[in-house]
């Protein structure tokens, strides 16, 4: 006799219980219902995201070093390694500058900001230093001075990647000159301390809906949807044009590499619901890093380009910046010239690299662009205070989708992808195992989609 199957109500009770996919959906949609019922308890439930973004945090300044040092040593070859580097480096300068020319196109071909006729004299200055914290972005010079580390210890105190990059390199290096005879238990250890740290981040993973839950709900609380009825014609232009960067971007990942976006986007689903939900790529960072080793890239792409990119390949806000700049000088009645607009990308090339991890870095960098040209007021930025919060969504997918191709692109660029793991992996042939499940490194995490359990339990 025929075993009956499972009701539908167990059916997604199961889900539930075992699909992290599908908690953090109900989150979603638990987070803008409280939200939006209840606006006043978005900001008592606002530090279950926020607690959930410190302790991830927390995990991903040792878990970047352990993974470049492991890489450089695994690889033997510093010199592909800095190879590696000068190829991503120029891969984000042009995905960038890209991002910026095809916002400013849109801008001037939509005009989101034309028929505001607002008077700059009636807008509050002081509510963007309030914003800003009264800060200021970083001058090319003192970004890269601050790239390098005073402080070892500083370094993973601060929690500034690009430090810790440089001392990993530094370290790997070292081992690679020293040779593993000569230090035979760093390596063994580094390897050890990496199995730990990404044990750690499976722990913290199960708060994920949690976190989901109450940035929602602040989010929608705080803001509500009012925003959508002034600035929608923005907000419009800033989604439509991320997705066709993202398009684009497919249709190159897949001529140069022959991996499909789509289907890389269903294979990491559960990290871009969460990315989204927190508004933060850096929840994501340990996972991604996770499922982009497992899908063939090697350890020493995985560990410099992603990082890397999180400050050096902003797409998303790339994309933002240079349609918000031509938002501003059209809602207060200034027309820019073709010169000014390639004054604004010079500008937004610079600043824009030294955002990450800035307090209300968008709003620094528009300000930097407008004294730049010198016809903008500055205080015409606090028109975008309304709706920041809401291209958050737009900035972090595609920032955290363009640092993703940026991987496999470079990957294949220094022949470091294997091409038919990526195939099985992203075709369900062989199923993701979290790191601190397999029962070795990632490449012996080879489990056929038909007996491996969903990730994340």
Known sequence: MPKASPSLARRLARSLRTSMFVQVLCALVAGITVGGLWPDAGSVVQPLGDGFIRLIKAVIAPLVFCVV??????????????????????????????????????GNLVRPGSGMNVDPASLDASAVTEKTGGGELPSTSE????????????????????????????????????GHTRVPAILPAVDQAQEVIFAVVGFIMRLAPLAVFGATAHLIGEYGLSALTTYGKLIGVCYTVALLFLLLLSAALKIFTGVSLWKFVRYTREELVLALGTGSSETVM??????????????????????TGYSFNLDGASIYLSIATLFIAQAVGIDLTLGQQVTVVLVLMLTSKGMAGVPGSAFLALSATASALGVVPAGAVALLLGVDRIMDTMRVATNLLGNCVAVFA????????????????????????????APGTAASAEVPASTATEAVR
């Open 410 to 437: 470079v990957s294949r660029w220094e022949g470091a992808l294997d091409r038919d793991r990526v195939r099985k992996v992203l075709d369900g042939e062989i199923a993701f195992v979290p790191e601190q499940e």
């Open 143 to 178: 970004f890269l001075l601050h790239s390098l580390p005073d402080s070892a210890v500083g370094a993973f105190a601060e929690n500034s990647l690009l430090q810790v990059l440089v001392l990993a390199c530094l370290v790997g290096a070292a081992l690679l000159h020293l």
């Open 69 to 106: 040092v492991t890489g450089i040593a695994k690889a033997g070859d510093l010199k592909s390694f800095g190879r590696i580097g000068l190829k991503a480096l120029i891969w984000f300068e042009v995905a960038t500058t890209l991002a910026l020319v095809i916002g400013l196109l849109a």
């Open 286 to 307: 340990p996972r991604m890093m996770q499922k982009l080793r497992q899908a063939g890239c090697r350890d020493d792409s995985v560990g410099l380009v992603l990082p």
